[in-house]
C-alpha cells in the first residue's frame, strides 16, 4: 500500500525516499535480502541491516524492530547535517508509539513537517484486547506519550470517522485530523500494480451449492474469532448449506483449530501470498469482518477493502453504531451484526444466509461502489492533496527541499 501511495506522490513531482528495513516480518522474507539501496517506482529506497542474528534468533528480532524508530530518527538528522532536507516525514503506528515518538523528533531537529499516520491507535487497542489494563501504569504512560505525538503532528490520518473521534476525545484539534482510508492492496508481479483475479477452480474451495464464507488475514487476538467458530457451528448445525474457511496464520490457529475439530465445514488453509489469497476470496460467497468489542474506535479492518474490491459481500461482526457497519447497511454491501453474543452473531449469519439469496447480492455493484470510493483512484488523491496543502507555501520555492 505504501508503495502504491509512494509512487502516486512520485509521479506528481515530489522527491519520495522510504526508510525502512531489511525484509523480516514473516519467515519466507527473512530468507530473502534486498539491496540496500535502491530505487523502486521512482521512491527512493533506504533499507536498513537488521541485527546481527536478527534472521535466526527472535528475541534479536524483536529488540531490532523496537530500535529500527531510533536508527531511522538517526538516519534522516544525519541526512539534515548532510544537507539533504526532507519537508514532510511520515510515520506509521508500528511499532506502537516509538515509531511515531522518533519520527516527531526527526521532524522537529530537521526542520520537517510531521504527518503521523494511524493505522491503530495505541494503547487504547492494545487494552481493549486484553494485553494489558487501561487501569495500569504501563497503559497511563504509554497514553499520555501518544496524546503528546499526536497534538505535536502536523497531521494525523486515521482510517474511520470513528477513529477521528477517538482522537479528538484526547483532545487533538480536528482540523489537524484527516481521515484518509486504505485501499486494496496492490499485486506487484505484474507491471501496472493492478490485482486480475480469475475465478478458476481450486482444489482447496470446491465449487458446489454450499454457501462458503471466508475471514481472511490474522488469526490473532482483536478478531473476536472464537466467538464467531462458536456461533457458527452452533448454526451449521440447523443450516447445513453453509461453510467457514479461514484463510492465514497467527496466535490463535491452533486453538481454533481444536475448538472447530468435530465440524466438518470449517476449513483452514494457512497463510497464502495475496494474489493466491484473492483467488481462494474470490470463489467464496461473503467475506467476515470480525472485531472485538471497542475495537472500531481504535482500527478499521483494512480487509473489508479487499473483500469489497473483489466484490465480495461482507459479514460485518462489529457494533452498529460503528462507521463500518452503517456503511455496510446504508449500501446494503451486506449485513451487519454485534459480536457480544452468540445469538447476535448467529442471527448475523442468519441475515446473511437471506442477502445471498436475494437480489440485494449483487457483486458487480459492490464493485463499483468500492472503486467510485475505496479505490486507489478515489483515495490516492486525497494523499495527494494533503501533501500539496503542507509544503504549498514557502517550501516550492525551492529546490533544495525534498519530500
Request: proline share 3%.
Amino acid at each position: 500500500m505504501l508503495r502504491v501511495i509512494g509512487q502516486a506522490l512520485a509521479e506528481k513531482n515530489n522527491t519520495v525516499s522510504v526508510i525502512t528495513s531489511q525484509p523480516s516480518y514473516k519467515n519466507i522474507d527473512r530468507q530473502i535480502k534486498s539491496e540496500a539501496i535502491e530505487v523502486l517506482d521512482g521512491i527512493h529506497i533506504k533499507r536498513l541491516s537488521l541485527l546481527p542474528g536478527a534472521r535466526k534468533i527472535s528475541l534479536v528480532r524483536l529488540f531490532g524492530k523496537a530500535v529500527f524508530p531510533f536508527r531511522a530518527c538517526v538516519s534522516v538528522i544525519l541526512d539534515r547535517l548532510r544537507g539533504r532536507k526532507h519537508d514532510v516525514i511520515v510515520a506509521a503506528t508500528i511499532p506502537p508509539i516509538i515509531n511515531g515518538f522518533f519520527a516527531l523528533i526527526a521532524a522537529k531537529c530537521s526542520g520537517a513537517l510531521f504527518v503521523y499516520h494511524m493505522q491503530d491507535i495505541y494503547p487504547e487497542i492494545g487494552a481493549v484486547a486484553g494485553l494489558w489494563k487501561s487501569e495500569g501504569y504501563k497503559h497511563k504512560l504509554l497514553k499520555w506519550l501518544d496524546v503528546i505525538i499526536c497534538k505535536n503532528a502536523d497531521v494525523c490520518i486515521v482510517l474511520s470517522t470513528d477513529m477521528r473521534e477517538t482522537l479528538i476525545s484526547r483532545g487533538v484539534d480536528s482540523s489537524r485530523i484527516a481521515i484518509i482510508n486504505n485501499f486494496m492492496l496492490a499485486n506487484f508481479t505484474d507491471h501496472n500494480h493492478k490485482l486480475s483475479v480469475e475465478r478458476t477452480p481450486s482444489s482447496l474451495i470446491e465449487k458446489d451449492d454450499k454457501f462458503k464464507l471466508v475471514f481472511a488475514g490474522n488469526l490473532g487476538r482483536f478478531q473476536g474469532l472464537e466467538a464467531l467458530v462458536a456461533a457458527f457451528q452452533s448454526f451449521s448445525k440447523s443450516n447445513h448449506s453453509v461453510e467457514l474457511h479461514f484463510i492465514g496464520e497467527g496466535t490463535l490457529v491452533e486453538k481454533l483449530k481444536t475448538s472447530s475439530s468435530v465440524s466438518n465445514n470449517v476449513f483452514f488453509h494457512g497463510h497464502k501470498p495475496f494474489d493466491e489469497a484473492c483467488q481462494l476470496m474470490s470463489l467464496c460467497d461473503a467475506g467476515i469482518v470480525s472485531i472485538q468489542p471497542e475495537i472500531y474506535r481504535y482500527a478499521y479492518p483494512s480487509k473489508t477493502l479487499t473483500y469489497l474490491g473483489l466484490g465480495l459481500p461482507i459479514l460485518a461482526l462489529v457494533e452498529s453504531q460503528s462507521e463500518l457497519a452503517k456503511v455496510i447497511d446504508k449500501w446494503e454491501l451486506g449485513v451487519s451484526a454485534n459480536i457480544k453474543s452468540d445469538e447476535l452473531i448467529k442471527t448475523g449469519l442468519k441475515d446473511l444466509v437471506l442477502y445471498l439469496s436475494s437480489e440485494s447480492n449483487n457483486r458487480e455493484a459492490i464493485k463499483r461502489h468500492y472503486s467510485e470510493f475505496m479505490s486507489t483512484d478515489a483515495v490516492l488523491p486525497q494523499w495527494e492533496k494533503l501533501i500539496d496543502s503542507l509544503t504549498a507555501e514557502d517550501v516550492r520555492a525551492s529546490d533544495e527541499y525534498e519530500r
